[in-house]
């Protein structure tokens, strides 16, 4: 736990330093008849961002906050084989979107969750992995009119095998 | 007086149509179902569910909201008698006495006493909200940039002088959350700014719910998951009618530690930064120490589950006084509906009471019929409720994940965000177990495009003089509490360690 916020602090720290650099790309001084430059509030911000990471690793060598007094693991195996399969399964999942689109990436990922982590039977693994995207179709496409992203697979075929001739039906 | 009864009656008109009865009781259901999920409460709703409002107009949606936000109240007494583990941060100290009488068997009689105190709560607040609303809004009409400027570091000042979190890193969440609000185009000259790598997503800014689903969807979710590792054990609960009206005469009893919970949660959840959590918890101190017998507290005392209760609900309301008058939110959950305003197309503030008569009254309306549909439906339902609580994870995250994915998506029709989102959710969830507090984030983007330009409107008017927020007279009061509110921890922390070390 001392270690990990040790890093957090001094990631933290040079994504202010860059977040100042980026500013002054603007100008960060006053411009005389238009009042402050446009990277002035993020620069002083990212100022001030700098100084609380300097003030929490003075914190943590003194070892005044409770991370920092804390003797116990950042992570425990447990939690870290959590950590990676929930924030794993679903970069995975964001990610074939790209290909797959929004109707397809969404089932598959259902299924995977339900079915290999939750141990749930197949009927409701496939109910819930099937409803889902249906649910979704009707309530964005049709009710909100707002186009999920169909991927590269809607692209090439599956917009004009399935995508367009609901929405000749419904809209 | 009967002008402010006027505008109400008129309120109910929009209110009781049916479209918007019926998104009251939506509201109610999905806040209840929301709330008594463990771990889930308003503010995870209100992010996850605000995309899917865009179906209805803008009072539609803002009612539908609000009665999620007092359905969530309610809900998150339910998982914390039922399974000891608070619904939401602001029914833990439900569970203090909750969970001891569910033990005792006396399950049902602990759910019917949280919904009548919550009731009593949500009316009482709802009341006062209708009483203080107008004149505030009154005055902070004739606010100016640099009064607007100084309110929103006021806010920010309460985070820090009222917020039990480490100071250093909750001042780095407020800026964090101020420098993301700043990504896109500068709002005076329009030229780019802080385009992180030449991506061009980064061009349309970083919209708010991209950081709010990030942190309470995909990042409590994370979060939730690896807290709720052991086994649950869920309460018996058997209703009867009897059982129910029996325990409504036995609430005689607790009937001042319900008004003192309710007048204390109002006005502390009118304070920014505050919110329900604090209010609750400071309730049910102060009911014990009224009591004859606090000894009996924590052991399974109606009063104790009462008090918070009342306080949660009435302080939900208090929050949104100064979100509707001054634009300036009283918790996470009302910075999340006043970014939800803005892309509405409303401006918050005290313009609002004058040109949106319509939505703020029918507004304050339905909150007068959310707090009853609540409760109605909250007793009628406590069995389904506490199926929910049986739900295991393995279902519910994956389905809030997807909805996440959607929601994030919707409002920018961007994958960019999505992408964004993911590593909120990740970054958020890392940070939170190092004690950053992440609402202050949540608040500052929202607040941030309104602070920064009231901030360069006041130079301008001074010609760059940072003297116009001390010399006003209210910017400078609003300053100088903003200050003490600031300095205070410090000195206060540095005082501890003297007396420790002598």
Redesign the interface.
Same mark, same amino acid.
């Given at each position: 736990?001392r270690l990990?916020?040790l890093i957090?602090a001094v990631v933290?720290a040079c994504f202010s330093a860059y977040?100042m650099w980026?500013?002054a790309?603007?100008p960060v001084g006053?411009i005389k008849g *238009?009042?402050?430059?446009?990277?002035a509030?993020?620069f002083w /911000?990212?100022a001030?961002?700098l100084l609380?990471?300097a003030?929490?690793i003075v914190?943590w060598a003194r070892r005044l906050?409770?991370?920092s007094q804390s003797t116990e693991a950042?992570?425990d195996r447990? *939690?870290l084989q959590?950590?990676l399969i929930?924030?794993g399964s /679903?970069?995975v999942?964001?990610g074939l979107?790209?290909i797959l689109g929004?109707y397809v990436s969404?089932p598959l990922?259902?299924i995977f969750?339900?079915r290999w982590?939750?141990?749930?039977a197949w009927p409701?693994t496939g109910g819930?992995g099937l409803l889902?995207p249906v649910v979704?179709f009707f309530?964005?496409e049709i009710?909100?009119k707002?186009?999920?992203?169909k991927g590269l697979a809607g692209k090439h075929f599956l917009n004009e095998l399935i995508y367009y001739p609901l929405y000749d039906i419904f809209l | 007086m009967i002008e402010v009864f006027n505008l109400l009656i008129e309120g109910f008109a929009v209110a009781l149509q049916w479209q918007n009865l019926l998104l009251v009781v939506a509201g109610c259901v999905a806040g209840l179902f929301i709330g008594a999920m463990p771990g889930l409460g308003s503010v995870n709703g209100v992010a996850i569910l605000l995309p899917?409002t865009?179906?209805v107009p803008p009072t539609g949606a803002i009612i539908f909201l609000g009665a999620l936000y007092y359905g969530a109240m309610y809900g998150g007494a339910i998982s914390s008698i039922m399974l000891g583990i608070p619904g939401a941060s602001t029914a833990v100290a439900t569970t203090f006495d909750g969970r001891p009488m569910a033990l005792k068997g006396d399950a049902d009689r602990a759910l019917v006493a949280a919904a009548s105190a919550s009731f009593v709560g949500g009316t009482i607040s709802v009341v006062l909200f209708t009483l203080f609303a107008p004149p505030l809004a009154d005055v902070a009409l004739k606010f100016g940039p640099p009064e607007e400027f100084t309110l929103m570091i006021l806010a920010f000042a309460t985070f820090v002088g009222l917020g039990s979190d480490?100071?250093?890193?909750t001042?780095?969440s407020i800026?964090?959350g101020?420098?993301m609000s700043?990504v896109g185009l500068?709002i005076?000259?329009g030229?780019p700014?802080?385009i992180?790598f030449d991506l061009p997503g980064f061009y349309h800014g970083i919209n708010f719910l991209v950081l709010a689903i990030g942190i309470y969807g995909?990042g409590e979710?994370?979060w939730v998951?690896?807290q709720s590792?052991g086994k649950m054990v869920i309460s018996k609960a058997e209703v009867s009618v009897r059982r129910i009206l029996d325990t409504i005469k036995q609430l005689k009893g607790s009937i001042r530690q319900m008004l003192m919970g309710s007048f204390l949660g109002y006005f502390v959840g009118i304070l920014p930064a505050a919110g329900a959590t604090p209010g609750s918890l400071m309730a049910y101190g102060v009911a014990k120490t009224m009591d004859r017998e606090p000894e009996t507290f924590g052991r399974g005392n109606i009063k104790g589950v009462v008090a918070p209760e009342a306080a949660n609900n009435a302080a939900s309301t208090g929050s949104m006084l100064p979100m509707l008058t001054l634009g300036i939110p009283g918790s996470p959950t009302t910075a999340i509906l006043l970014g939800g305003m803005v892309i509405w197309g409303l401006e918050p503030g005290p313009r609002l009471f004058v040109d949106h008569k319509d939505f703020v009254w029918g507004l304050i309306a339905s909150l007068y019929a959310a707090n009853l549909f609540a409760l109605l439906i909250n007793i009628a339902f406590i069995p389904a409720f506490i199926a929910v609580l049986r739900m295991?994870f393995?279902?519910l995250?994956?389905?809030i994940?997807?909805l996440c994915?959607?929601g994030g998506?919707?409002p920018t029709?961007d994958?960019h965000d999505?992408?964004l989102m993911?590593i909120f959710?990740?970054v958020g969830?890392?940070?939170r177990?190092?004690?950053?507090p992440l609402a202050p984030a949540v608040l500052a983007i929202v607040l941030g495009p309104l602070a920064?330009a009231s901030?360069?409107q006041s130079?301008?008017m001074n010609q760059?003089g940072f003297d116009i927020f001390v010399t006003r007279p209210i910017s400078g009061t609003i300053l100088v509490i903003a200050i003490v509110l600031l300095v205070w921890p410090m000195i206060k922390a540095m005082n501890k360690r003297r007396t420790a070390k002598a």
């Open positions: 736990m990990a916020e957090m933290m977040l980026k500013s790309e603007l006053w *238009s009042g402050p430059g446009g990277g509030f993020p /911000l990212g001030g961002m609380c990471c003030w929490i914190r906050s409770p991370p950042y992570m447990r *939690s959590l950590f929930g924030a /679903l970069t999942m964001i979107i790209h929004v969404v990922y259902l969750y339900l982590i939750g141990h749930h409701l819930v889902t979704t309530f964005f009710g909100l707002i186009e999920l992203p | 899917l865009f179906l480490d100071i250093p890193k001042l780095f800026m964090i101020l420098a700043t500068d005076v000259s030229q700014r802080l992180f995909i979710m994370l998951i690896e590792k295991p393995t279902i995250a994956p389905v994940y997807v994915v959607v998506y919707a029709k994958m999505v992408w993911l959710g990740v969830y890392l940070m177990k190092l004690d950053y920064e901030m360069r130079l301008i760059g």
